[in-house]
């Protein structure tokens, strides 16, 4: 494919667009990043994991009522708590209102020189083997003037949605159903209602007719994000009509005047959609978030391919790159269609009380009894977290620690956390107190032995690291783990890794045990020439690397971290490097050459 210098043309400013946005940018890549919208949009969809951990905000457990009364017959919670690990310190579902997330990564976006441009819709593109052409339309002023725009890019990633112009043109499909049956109203409102903001509010007269109140003071102390479903009531047309929708809203609650709807911020209509595209791109043009599991599944998506064609874009890997995105993220979305289907007909199909007009007369007993089970039907389980979404069978990951029987063995790409397994296309663990005893480029201070020299540890092992604070969207982690310095493989790989791969694209670090040294004790390297190490060198003090990453103290394993926090490879030396960075940079241009002349 031939070599672009033209901006990365970014469609759609949700939060996979400004994902993908983000990472070219944090990669040095121009980019441009246009929104058909004339502003952020008001009000909440969806929900967030890490690291905005910090600002979002946790489940709250549920009350459920009968229609018209204060006194829950009813509370549980929709998710159960799980106490964080060190490799997994982000267990917790936490939930963020878009806007706030948008708001937060744009100002990221911002900094590095990228801003949305807002009122900018893609009306029409074609590409060739040079580039992308796209024409824009713009608008401008209050008086709602549009100006077309030729826009020429190197790649375009599409995040325009599931109905967007992108998937159609490029004539991808769209195979599977739209549940007409599973109808739902939702949006944000400000109320005055005489409820507590600790819980999650759910008013039903039967079950599958009922409203949900979760209060968000994103929007205010008195924000409320609603949702209406019904079996037996037309709730459709109702976002076109506000009076309608908020008689419904009090309706539905049942509390007559205590209920107050100061203002609606914005509603929308949702069937669930069992449907996804044949490839996610074509060419120079892809398409993220174009089936799955809503915001989170979108977000993987557009992560994937913008690292990926950071490194196309900037010369550093073959074109054949960007054809993995599609290879790993499709099998991904199909299993999680499959698990999201199956939640959707225990949520909508309830414990097969037949929802007629009878059935709304019987007694107050009767009612209770169909919504006995709405805390079964709303519960989420772990794989709900995607924790255990993985890309083993992807073309590119190389693991030479997996047993051979294993091969043929099927773990889901959407599969659930193994205890104890850790393989090549998961997702890397976190290993907090890692104590740093050499940084790159930084001569140790050495104590003479002979014809040795050993490396002096920091009096009492005070400071640390973490390994998430090492990964970042810019380049692979290669951790080497070792016995010891002197180990022949560690300056084998070091050296290797030096010659092969330009150094802006690799950080290298070598994690020992704790068991290696005891504080304020020398640790032994392998030759004068080893003392310049140009690799950062920790000591896992807690053990918490060697137990996440399963690792012996006294074995050799190599893991290569992907960008997108992704374990790329675990293997034993040099040559298995080799093999995955010839999957990743190809053979030609000097960057993967001969890993064997290194050594």
């Known amino acids: 494919m031939t070599t672009c210098t033209a901006p990365v043309l970014v469609v759609g400013a949700g939060p996979s667009g400004i994902t993908a946005a983000l990472t070219l940018a944090r990669n040095n890549v121009p980019v441009r990043i246009v929104e058909k919208e004339s502003q952020h949009r008001r009000g909440q969809r969806g929900a967030w994991h890490p690291k905005i951990h910090e600002r979002a905000t946790p489940v709250l457990p549920i009350k459920q009522y009968q229609r018209g009364s204060v006194e829950p017959f009813k509370m549980f919670s929709m998710v159960d708590y799980t106490e964080p690990t060190p490799a997994i310190p982000y267990f917790n579902t936490k939930l963020m209102g878009q806007p706030i997330l948008e708001a937060i990564v744009c100002e990221r976006l911002a900094e590095l020189g990228c801003t949305v441009e807002l009122g900018t819709r893609l009306v029409s593109f074609s590409q060739d083997e040079k580039c992308v052409r796209a024409k824009v339309v713009k608008r401008r002023g209050d008086d709602g003037e549009e100006v077309e725009e030729d826009i020429e890019a190197a790649y375009m990633i599409s995040a325009d949605g599931a109905k967007g112009m992108t998937r159609k043109q490029l004539g991808l499909t769209f195979l599977g159903t739209t549940r007409e049956d599973n109808f739902l109203v939702l949006g944000d409102v400000r109320l005055e209602v005489g409820l507590d903001r600790a819980h999650w509010h759910i008013f039903s007269q039967t079950s599958h007719d009922l409203i949900t109140l979760r209060p968000t003071d994103e929007l205010g102390k008195d924000g409320w994000r609603f949702v209406m479903s019904s079996r037996t009531i037309d709730l459709e047309g109702l976002i076109r009509d506000e009076e309608a929708l908020v ?71 073959p074109a054949s790159l960007l054809d993995t995105y599609t290879a790993e993220r499709l099998p991904v979305i199909a299993e999680m269609l499959g698990f999201t289907t199956e939640m959707h007909k225990v949520m909508f199909g309830g414990s097969g009380v037949e929802h007629t007009p009878q059935s709304i ?239």
């Open 247 to 317: 008689s419904r809203i009090k309706d539905f609650v049942g509390l007559g005047d205590d209920i107050k709807v100061k203002e609606v911020m914005w509603s929308s209509e949702f069937r669930p959609n069992v449907r996804m595209v044949n490839k996610l791109g074509v060419g120079r043009i892809f398409v993220a978030g174009a089936g799955g599991q809503g915001l989170n599944s979108s977000v993987q998506d557009a992560f994937n391919i913008a690292w990926k064609t950071a490194l196309v874009y900037k010369g550093f890997s």
């Open 361 to 599: 007369a019987d007694d107050d007993d009767k009612s209770k009894g169909a919504k006995s089970d709405l805390d079964r039907r709303l519960r989420r389980t772990n794989n709900m977290y995607m924790l255990g979404v993985n890309y083993r069978s992807s073309p590119i990951v190389i693991d030479e620690f997996a047993p051979t029987s294993e091969a043929s063995a099927a773990h889901g790409a959407y599969g659930e956390i193994q205890e104890g397994v850790l393989r090549a296309g998961d997702r890397a663990p976190d290993a907090p107190e890692l104590v740093p005893v050499i940084t790159p480029n930084r001569a140790p201070h050495l104590i003479s032995s002979g014809s040795h020299s050993a490396v002096s540890l920091p009096s009492g092992m005070a400071g640390g690291t973490r390994m998430f604070d090492i990964f970042a969207s810019t380049h692979h982690t290669v951790i080497t783990f070792a016995p010891g310095l002197a180990v022949p493989a560690v300056r084998s790989i070091l050296v290797a890794l030096q010659q092969v791969v330009p150094k802006e694209l690799v950080t290298q670090v070598v994690v020992l045990p704790g068991s290696a040294s005891e504080p304020n004790s020398p640790l032994e390297t392998s030759s004068e020439e080893d003392q310049t190490i140009d690799a950062e060198v920790l000591i896992d003090h807690a053990g918490h690397a060697y137990r996440g990453y399963i690792v012996e103290s006294q074995e050799v394993k190599v893991v290569v971290v992907r960008p997108d926090g992704v374990i790329g490879a675990i293997v034993r030396g040099v040559k298995g490097l080799e093999r995955y960075f010839e999957g990743v940079f190809g053979k030609k241009g000097g960057v993967v050459a001969t890993v064997e002349d290194a050594v």
